[in-house]
């Protein structure tokens, strides 16, 4: 029996994607070849490249601008160093507002000087921090719009003039966004948009060529966008993976859609954590992740008996992450509201029982 699938990452998809992309395996649209054993220069794979880069720029509303999309490889952390390479002079700020901004601030010091404008490091990350150190003269601002470990998630976009990059790893298409605020944004596929194994990044050429220093070519945006995101063998399935999702996005009524149906489930949860007296939210109210719900139990003695409970009625990846504790139930696009509404029930039974 299919289990309800709440894991942070690598995630759930539709089951529609699923076989698509086992049907690709075995063979790509009637051509007698798997997907993964034609060459990426085919005219069926070059087709499918771009079409992916495509519609990932339509879901961004950014097609005809001055915006590329690049489907490259080394997971959402290898652009915790791009980002840096390509784009800082001397000196850019960082929001730091959990692990994955620490290691993004980590590896932007290799390159110049990094200004931590906020953070929420104190509280265990539980917030998102809304005053900011005001610097003059940075190359860019980053932040993550969306805390995977902790379940915080920027609401509104701070408004800065610098360019901002963003690590959009765990909610990217989750929601409308005006995408044009940011000069850079990047996610690994593996929460939100297809498997583990390609990473979207979507950058406005304006800000591309501005460094001093001279980039690897494996590292460089500007190459990779010349190459069509082809300098090197790119990881075919997941990208074609990626290009079914972003399809069942469009057929699901796009961003208004889904960010309307991210959002009852949502609420559907949260409301359950806070009338339920058995449990408590980790994250501040106002900043609560819409695709990762963080809360623990009020009684940790009682762990067992609702562990018990949730694993019976056939729920996965329901486990927080060992930094914060408790539990995680991550509520990507591909979610269905039936199996938020199982763990509500789950959640009563086990406040009537426990
Ligand atoms: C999972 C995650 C990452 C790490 O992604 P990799 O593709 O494994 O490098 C980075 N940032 C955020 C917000 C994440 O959720």
Redesign the pocket.
């Known amino acids: 029996m299919k289990k309800h699938n709440f894991s ?2 690598p995630a759930i998809l539709p089951q529609e994607v699923l076989q698509q992309a086992a049907e690709a395996v075995q063979e790509l649209d009637g051509s007698g070849l798997s997907l993964i054993e034609i060459s990426h220069r085919s005219k069926a794979f070059v087709e499918i490249m771009e079409e992916a880069c495509a519609l990932a720029l339509e879901l961004s509303g950014l097609q005809n601008t001055n915006y590329k999309a690049l489907f490259l490889q ?7 160093l791009m980002a840096a390479y390509n784009l800082m002079e001397t000196r850019a700020g960082y929001i730091n507002t ?1 692990s ?1 901004s620490d ?2 601030i980590k590896e932007a010091k290799l390159f110049g000087e990094v200004v931590e404008m906020a953070s929420s490091k104190s509280a265990n990350f539980n917030y998102i921090p809304k005053e900011l150190n005001a610097i003059g003269d940075l190359d860019y601002i980053h932040l ?6 902790f379940g915080t998630q920027f609401h509104n976009i701070p408004v800065l003039s610098p360019p901002l990059v963003a ?4 909610d990217l298409f989750s929601r409308p966004l005006d995408y044009s605020r940011f000069g850079l944004f990047y ?5 939100n948009l297809g498997p ?1 194994g390609t ?1 979207l990044i979507i950058v406005d050429i304006n800000l591309l060529g501005k460094v001093t220093r001279s980039v690897p070519s494996m590292m460089d945006y500007s190459l990779q966008i010349a190459k069509d995101s082809m300098f090197n063998t790119p990881p075919v399935f997941p990208i074609y993976t990626s290009l079914l999702n972003m399809r069942w996005i469009v057929k699901q009524g796009g961003l208004e859609a889904v960010g309307k149906a991210n959002a009852a489930k949502a609420k559907l949860l949260y409301d359950e954590i806070d009338r339920n007296a058995a449990f408590e939210g980790f994250a501040a109210v106002e900043d609560r992740s819409m695709m990762n719900a963080t809360f623990n139990l009020t009684d940790e003695d009682t762990a067992a008996s609702f562990d018990a409970l949730w694993n019976a009625a056939g729920i996965s990846g329901l486990k927080g992450h060992r930094s914060v504790g408790g539990y995680r139930a991550s509520m990507y696009n591909a979610l269905p509201i039936e199996s938020v509404e199982l763990l509500v029930e789950v959640m009563k039974e086990f406040e009537r029982t426990k």
């Open positions: 942070a990452g080394g997971g959402a952390s290898s652009q915790f959990g994955w290691k993004a993550t719009t969306n805390n995977t470990i690590d959009m790893s765990s996610a690994g596929a593996q929460k583990a990473t």
